[in-house]
């Protein structure tokens, strides 16, 4: 990594945000492709002395430098792009903007790009970026790592899902606090965290599962933080559209042990480093999957604990929970095994049948929120859905 260009020098930014980014003492990239070029950028493009040096001999206008470094990095993006459809990730994390003036280069020929959002998760991504970049300069990442050195330390996810199925003999329960989805509407009207989050605690939950963001899913960090000071002892996963390392440190800072990485949005490197942060951080990562492409992805990558198969798709709402066993079928299911890790059968869960039927296609773990949260009695939704009580088996 090292021969990068800086992120920053002499207080002046050189490239955006965007483009690099910080973990730790390791600068890194956003996509695979970044690192080819972070090579071809470094020898391309010049220092800022350099730059300063040339302005200053050639008289050339500071405008037209900074054209070719917005250039550089509109292009960069460009190439991210095509290593996201590379890997069939349809979803593009920013909105298509035009070429900077004066680009030529090998993105002239791409057919034009329609910049509106093609399906509720592109929105949402595109939604959360800018929301991530206002969020960062009231909680800047260095202020961040300095609350985590001092944060109590995270609480066993993976551990605590193990434990529970060994204790009941069924999938453990991962019981989701949610408001409201763009697919439901208001799933409860009053709706009071911390209850929900105690009456699962008391039903026999493993985990649960906080959902943080906002405008969609009417959740909050503070919820999440909420429930974490009431002294609930469940381990908590943080439900975010994670795009950006800060976020992991954020959701350290407010209370969570696990956070969810959902492979339709995130390229395998990025994938790669997150899991990294996450286990820096102490936190256990919960990698989401919908279709057969995005599972072979996430077998091939080093790591991964915990695979969620999403009976929903976040681009259709479609629901069908014939998708846990299609994609424990074969090969990948035989890679699962051997691999030991957890697979979390996520969504449209209601009756024992449901959960036995996932359980028959080989999953550890469910992931449950509207039959549960909908309940007046969520600990008793709880005892509905698998038929029995599990808070003491
Ligand atoms: O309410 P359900 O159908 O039981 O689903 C819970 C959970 O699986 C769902 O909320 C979910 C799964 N993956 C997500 C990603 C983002 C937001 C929400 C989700």
Not at 134 to 147: C, D, F, Q, S, T
Request: with cysteine.
């Amino acid at each position: 990594m090292e021969g990068l260009v800086p992120v920053q020098s002499a207080g002046q930014r050189l490239v955006s945000p965007s483009l690099y980014r910080c973990i730790g003492s390791v600068s890194i990239r956003r996509s695979v492709s970044g690192l080819a070029m972070d090579r071809r950028i470094s020898s391309k493009a010049p220092s800022q002395f350099t730059i300063r040096a040339q302005q200053e001999s050639l008289g050339v206008a500071s405008s037209s430098v900074e054209n070719d470094v917005r250039i550089k990095e509109w292009e960069v993006d460009m190439y991210q792009n095509e290593l996201a459809i590379s890997q069939g990730i349809r979803i593009r994390r920013k909105p298509p903007t035009k070429a900077p003036l004066g680009y030529s280069g090998p993105f002239e020929l791409r057919l034009h790009n329609p910049d509106s959002p093609s399906n509720i998760l592109e929105e949402i991504t595109w939604f959360k970026d800018q929301e991530v970049s206002r969020m960062k300069e009231v909680n800047p990442l260095e202020a961040l790592k300095k609350a985590v050195e001092n944060a109590p330390p995270t609480r066993d996810f993976v551990g605590a899902l193990r434990m529970a199925h060994q204790r009941t003999g069924f999938p453990a329960l991962i019981a989701e606090v949610k408001k409201a989805s763009p697919s439901r509407g208001i799933l409860k009207e009053n709706f009071d965290p911390v209850e929900i989050a105690q009456a699962y605690e008391r039903g026999g939950a493993a985990c649960l599962s906080v959902l943080t963001d906002q405008k969609y899913f009417k959740g909050g960090f503070e919820n999440l933080e909420a429930i974490r000071s009431a002294g609930v002892k469940c381990p908590l996963l943080c439900k975010e559209f994670v795009v950006d390392p800060w976020q992991i440190y954020y959701a350290r800072t407010k209370g969570a042990d696990a956070v969810l990485l959902i492979a339709a949005i995130l390229t395998d490197l990025e994938i790669t480093y997150l899991l990294k942060i996450c286990k820096k951080l102490g936190l256990a990562a919960l990698v989401e999957v919908h279709d057969e492409r995005e599972m072979g992805r996430a077998l091939g990558i080093e790591g991964i604990e915990l695979v969620g198969i999403n009976n929903r798709s976040l681009e259709t709402f479609k629901v069908d929970i014939s998708n846990t066993k299609t994609l424990l079928e074969g090969e990948h299911g035989r890679q699962i095994r051997e691999k030991d890790m957890i697979v979390v059968g996520e969504s449209g869960l209601f009756t024992p049948d449901d959960i036995a039927y996932v359980q028959a296609a080989g999953v550890k773990a469910v992931l449950v929120g509207e039959s549960i949260v909908k309940q007046n009695d969520p600990e008793k939704g709880i005892a509905g859905l698998f038929g029995r009580n599990i808070s003491q088996t």
